[in-house]
């Protein structure tokens, strides 16, 4: 079957189509002069940066890097502290650090940060203490507080988010250009309380230290390659009209060539709730020069599956689109081998991640959303084991975490129980690992993926 060549693509061509999860907003003058201001502002990132990463993860779909994407579920504006920020920072290093160490792959770092502001919601109203409100949308759209001023939704949050997210990038980027993530020196990356719980990652570090001394020494790393890390950022890609006053035009060296990219992330997703075919989101992602998540639920399909990659993806660039399956440790064994199947029949190469948080939400006696740290790794070993029982090999995770000392998920090391959940529960959305919890997980991901 032939299929129509897909129509020239324009950064607001989705507004012809139904968008899910966007907010109403009351003042449509205030919006139109919000989404002007923005566009004008400089961009977050630049394209060679973007470009890179897809080079780096073409390396993922090949095997030969390993994905590890992780951040708050939603980061609020409050967050933008200097040591959140470095804590959040530090937590993907040593958890990279483990991974390429113990797991003995090279990992790209891609942080859920400077930028995860917006969240889909599975109902327009929540209740909150007894009260009946619109729900909370994350702080680009709508506020946190229990009331109805604070639910509605302002367009001046975007300029907000912007700034936040251009604040927070800042600081990371300060802190890796000023060596906090030199790798030669990683027994400096001041331990957090809460990673004691973990001793194997003082070994870790030692060994690492040790290792790359050796190669230096054989000439097996250049000199000055590892003096840095990078560290790229994404996010959902929900609210369209933000993301379409990031997306610019970059001209191509010749005449003809060029793209446009979306400046604001170097990497966006496409959510479970937001990924209908003929959906505005799927169609505003299309057109993008960035690499491009899709959350994948047990309800996907395999020839659903390949055409939302026929769309996204019609040249068939490695690296392109990476699939984060998110099912439930009951669910993954059933619905992952059909999509495995699909994908290599159609011999494109992606990246497949799991994320290990979406499915295994449960609620505790207290009413507290949660998860269980044995649930998020049963289904990770599962991925592990059902890819490389289908030819195929698990390229990433996506964990929703944080490097603070939070009690949001049950189990790891210390063995949190429900009881503990209410002494720190932080999180504006879902339940994320915390700093040991995270580190723990590491490492064990890390012996899966050496086998
Ligand atoms: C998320 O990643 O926070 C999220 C909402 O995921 P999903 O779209 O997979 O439900
Ligand atoms: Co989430």
Redesign the pocket.
């Known amino acids: 079957m032939k299929t129509a060549p897909a129509p020239a693509w324009t950064p607001h061509g989705w507004r012809h189509r139904a968008a899910l999860q966007q907010p109403d907003y009351p003042d449509a003058g205030e919006l139109e002069r919000a989404l002007a201001r923005l566009s004008d502002l400089p961009p977050l990132v630049v394209p060679e940066e973007v470009d890179r990463l897809r080079g780096l993860l073409a390396e993922a779909a090949s095997g030969r890097r390993f994905l590890l994407q992780g951040g708050d579920?939603?980061e609020q504006f409050r967050d933008c502290t200097p040591e959140r920020i470095a804590d959040k920072l530090r937590v993907l290093l040593q958890m990279s650090v483990v991974l390429t160490h113990v797991g003995r792959k090279p990992v790209v770092r891609v942080g859920?940060i400077a930028g995860q502001y917006a969240?889909?919601r599975s109902s327009a109203t929540e209740k909150v203490r007894g009260k009946e409100l619109p729900s909370y949308r994350g702080d680009l759209i709508n506020g946190l507080d229990a009331t109805d001023e604070a639910r509605r939704p302002d367009p001046q949050r975007m300029l907000q988010a912007y700034f936040h997210a251009t604040a927070t990038l800042n600081h990371l980027r300060a802190l890796i250009e000023g060596g906090f993530a030199d790798l030669h020196r990683p027994e400096r990356w001041q331990l957090h309380a809460d990673a004691a719980a973990v001793p194997a990652y003082r070994d870790t570090l030692i060994q690492v230290r040790e290792s790359i001394d050796f190669l230096e020494a054989l000439g097996v790393v250049q000199q000055g390659a590892l003096d840095r890390v990078d560290l790229f950022t994404s996010h959902?890609a929900l609210l369209l009209p933000y993301e379409e006053a990031l997306t610019r035009w970059v001209p191509g060296a010749t005449p003809g060539e060029g793209g446009y990219y979306n400046l604001g992330a170097h990497m966006l997703?496409v959510?479970?709730?937001t990924r209908q075919l003929e959906g505005a989101h799927l169609d505003f992602l299309r057109g993008l020069r960035n690499p491009i998540g899709v959350?994948v639920?047990p309800t996907l399909g395999g020839d659903e599956l390949l055409e939302i990659l026929n769309r996204l993806d019609p040249t068939q660039e490695p690296g392109r689109i990476t699939l984060?399956t998110?099912f439930g440790a009951g669910r993954i064994a059933e619905a992952l081998p059909p999509l495995i199947s699909a994908v290599r029949r159609s011999g494109r190469m992606v990246v497949w991640s799991c994320?290990p948080?979406?499915g295994n939400g449960e609620t505790a006696g207290s009413g507290l959303k949660t998860r269980n740290f044995d649930a998020i790794l049963s289904e990770l070993r599962q991925a592990f084991e059902l890819h490389r029982a289908h030819g195929s090999f698990l390229g990433g995770i996506?964990i929703?975490l944080t490097g603070e000392n939070v009690t949001e998920c049950l189990g790891g090391a210390e063995g949190l129980s429900e009881a503990d959940l209410p002494r720190a529960y932080e999180t504006g959305?879902?339940p994320r690992l915390n700093g040991a919890q995270s580190l723990e997980m590491a490492f064990l991901v890390a012996e899966m993926l050496r086998g």
Do not use: F, Y
């Open positions: 579920c939603a859920r969240k889909p959902e997703w959510g479970e709730r959350k639920g984060i998110r994320d948080m979406h996506h929703e959305c879902d």
